[in-house]
Structures are given as structure tokens and as C-alpha cells.
């Protein structure tokens, strides 16, 4: 548990209580059925008992009214009884006084010992099945009756394990709905520490540099400058990141971004990024795609030896960030390229904001791909859709473009 985020420790404990709580109710409710159905049995078999008992004992005193009264007499007409009750899973047994079975359609394994006359009880049979059992003296010899009680028994376990297995299929959507929710809930914190950590650095770096380095009063007020650029940039990566996450869709400030800015302040977090525009502009949002940037050329920075050169590199409708590194495996490459997976450099950095790359990518009508370099290293890729009028940079297209809210580079 250590191991994981706390949205994810979040998901376990809540999807852990939910499963108990639902669970509880469903065997609750599951009990208290049973125990209705068994009781309303119990209640039926009872009455219907009470009813033949009564029948019996009618006949028998017409019998015993005529002068004709004997036990075998008493038998026969319990015989009656049992051979017209027995086409409704009813079992009628007549016993004498000594114990001698007279009449029996009931398994010898239940037949009523008059131990425990007039109750109705619940026996099973050597084969397993259960039966509704009464027994009482009628007439001159003992009246036993069974009726069978598997039905109810096995209605029962039927409607457990429905209810079991829809349980288990809610919480198995109720589960995946659970975890999509709290990890898009959470996304935007695991965005922003990603892509606070760099411009954060460099702002502590600068600093530092003007606390204890002995500088001119130029180079500190450039120094200032750029903490102070980085500080607005922050304020609006937040913003841009709450805007993602409020808005799935993404309401964005279209406009045309100049690419050898983006590429500048990269340069600048990183020195030995070297950068080449052949096509200067871009529409889109600055601070998301100074975002993106950024993530690409710090997971480059992290796949490349100390010291390697990483190119950036802006040609008709595509930026590329090529870094010097061993390039990545198959497995490692399908993750990058997947929009919803969490991919890491070469070098075993996490990658953290591969999937906001994507999402920004998206936003821009692009595609952001990632392949490995014949001579080795890694290219990624970010591909614009073809605009109408791509080839012209001029402010006459501007609504247009804004107005299909497609990304594109223009010249």
C-alpha cells in the first residue's frame, strides 16, 4: 500500500467499504427473503396438514359410527388420503401403538418416531433431501405426513448466487466507473506537480544565482526577468490545467504562437538544446504548447548522455525532438504512443506527462508520435492537421483558423 497514490489508496478503501456495505444489504435482504418464503411454507404446510388431519378424523368417526371402527380400518382410510395427496409431493404414514407400520408412502429414514408430536419439523432424507415433517395420534394410531421442503431450499441458493453474480457484475462496473472518475479527479495534481517541477527548478536556480553569484546589475535584472516570466507561466499552466480538467473539451485562447519562442525558453531551462525553424508560427495556445514542449525536451534531456546535444527541430506542419539516447523498446515505444498509458525515457524517468503531451496534442487537432532514430535515439513527433491556408502566415486567416479550432504551422 506504501507503493501507491493516494487516489489509488483512495479507490481501494472506498471501493473496499462499498463492497461491504453492499454486500451486507444484499445478503440481508437475500435472509430476510428466505426467511419469509420458508416461514409462508411452513404456514401452508402447516394448514394443509390440519386439513387432512381433519378430513381424516371425519371419516374415521362415520366408521366408527357404523360399528365398524378397527385399526386397519383407520389405515385404509389414511391410505386414501395418501394416494390422492401423494400426486402433490405429499407423504401420509399410519402407525399402531406398538410401532407397527400399518400404512407408509414416506422414506423409511423420516418416518415420525412420536417423539415430537404435533411439531413441525425439518428432516432429511439419507439422500439428502428435506422434507416438512408432522406427526400426531389420530384416531387409534399415529398420523405422520411429510411434505417436501427441497424446492424452497434449492429456489433459495438460486436466487443467492443471481444475487451474487449481479453483485459481482455491478461492482465490476461500479468499480471501473470508480476508478476512471477518482483518476481523472486526481489527473490535474499528478499534471501539475509534472510540470511545476521544471520551471520551479529553474526559478530556484536563478535565485540562487542572484543571491550568491557576484553578478553586474544587468545581468540580475535579466536574472529577475526571467524568474518573473517563469512565475506568470506557472500561473498559467495552472490555469490551463484546471481549464483541461473542469472542461474535457478544452475552451482554449487560439492564437498564432511563435515556435522559436518555445523553442528559446526551452534553451534556455536546458543550454545544450539546439533548435531549428523553418516554419515560425503555430496556432494554438502558448501555454499549453510551451507545456508539451517542455515535457518533450525534458524527457529528452533525461534519455540523453550528460552532455549530448538534443535537436528541436520545426518543419512544415511538425515539430520533432530528437535526443541522443539508446532509443526504446518496442513495449516502451507502444506505451508512448498510447494516449491513455504512462510511458518513461530511456533512462527510467516516468514520463509522468506523456499523457497531458497527448491530451494537449489533441486540443491542437494534432498527433504526437514517438519512433526510434535509424542511428539511435528517439524522435518525437508532433503532427498538425493540414490547414486551409497553411502556407500563408497572415492575420487575414486568423478567424478562420480560430473558428475551426484546428492546429496547424504556418509559414
Request: some cysteine; proline content about 3%.
Amino acid at each position: 500500500m506504501k507503493y501507491l497514490k493516494l487516489w489509488q489508496k483512495q479507490y481501494l478503501s472506498t471501493l473496499l467499504l462499498f463492497m461491504l456495505a453492499f454486500y451486507g444489504c444484499v445478503f440481508f435482504l437475500a435472509h430476510n427473503s428466505f426467511s419469509t418464503a420458508f416461514s409462508a411454507a411452513q404456514e401452508a404446510t402447516a394448514q394443509e396438514y390440519a386439513m387432512i388431519k381433519q378430513g381424516i378424523e371425519a371419516e374415521q368417526g362415520m366408521v366408527a359410527a357404523r360399528g365398524d371402527a378397527s385399526l386397519e380400518a383407520d389405515a385404509a382410510i389414511v391410505k386414501e388420503y395418501g394416494a390422492y395427496y401423494s400426486r402433490r409431493g405429499v407423504g401420509l404414514s399410519y402407525t399402531g401403538e406398538d410401532g407397527t407400520v400399518l400404512y407408509s408412502s414416506i422414506p423409511d429414514s423420516i418416518l415420525p418416531d412420536g417423539e415430537t408430536q404435533g411439531l413441525l419439523e425439518l428432516k432429511e432424507t439419507r439422500n439428502g433431501v428435506r422434507y416438512f415433517c408432522i406427526s400426531e395420534p389420530v384416531g387409534s394410531g399415529m398420523l405422520g405426513y411429510i411434505r417436501e421442503a427441497e424446492s424452497i431450499l434449492v429456489r433459495q441458493r438460486q436466487q443467492n448466487l443471481l444475487l451474487l453474480c449481479a453483485g459481482a457484475a455491478f461492482a465490476m462496473v461500479l468499480s471501473v466507473f470508480l476508478y476512471i472518475t477518482l483518476k481523472r479527479i486526481y489527473r490535474p495534481i499528478d499534471n501539475l506537480a509534472h510540470e511545476l517541477r521544471t520551471p520551479l527548478t529553474a526559478i530556484q536556480g536563478y535565485a540562487q544565482y542572484i543571491a550568491l553569484a557576484a553578478i553586474d546589475e544587468e545581468e540580475r535584472l535579466n536574472a529577475a526577468a526571467f524568474i518573473a516570466g517563469e512565475s506568470r507561466r506557472l500561473r498559467d499552466i495552472v490555469d490551463r490545467l484546471l481549464t483541461l480538467s473542469n472542461q474535457p473539451d478544452g475552451e482554449m485562447e487560439w492564437a498564432q504562437v511563435s515556435i522559436e519562442e518555445l523553442f528559446q525558453r526551452a534553451q534556455k531551462l536546458y543550454p545544450g538544446v539546439h533548435y531549428r525553424v523553418e516554419q515560425p508560427y503555430v496556432l494554438g495556445d502558448a501555454a499549453l504548447l510551451g507545456s508539451l514542449v517542455g515535457n518533450l525536451v525534458d524527457n529528452a534531456v533525461k534519455a540523453s548522455p550528460q552532455g549530448a546535444a538534443v535537436e528541436l527541430v520545426a518543419a512544415k506542419n511538425c515539430i520533432q525532438v530528437l535526443d541522443r539516447g539508446s532509443g526504446l523498446s518496442e513495449a516502451m515505444l507502444k506505451r508512448l504512443n498510447d494516449p491513455e498509458g504512462r510511458g518513461g525515457s530511456s533512462t527510467g524517468g516516468a514520463g509522468l506527462g506523456i499523457p497531458f503531451c497527448h491530451q494537449i496534442a489533441k486540443l491542437h487537432g494534432a498527433k504526437l508520435t514517438f519512433e526510434n532514430r535509424p542511428c539511435g535515439g528517439t524522435i518525437a513527433k508532433l503532427e498538425f492537421l493540414q490547414l486551409q491556408h497553411n502556407s500563408v502566415a497572415d492575420s487575414k486567416y486568423m478567424p478562420d483558423m480560430m473558428e475551426k479550432k484546428q492546429g496547424g504551422i504556418s509559414g
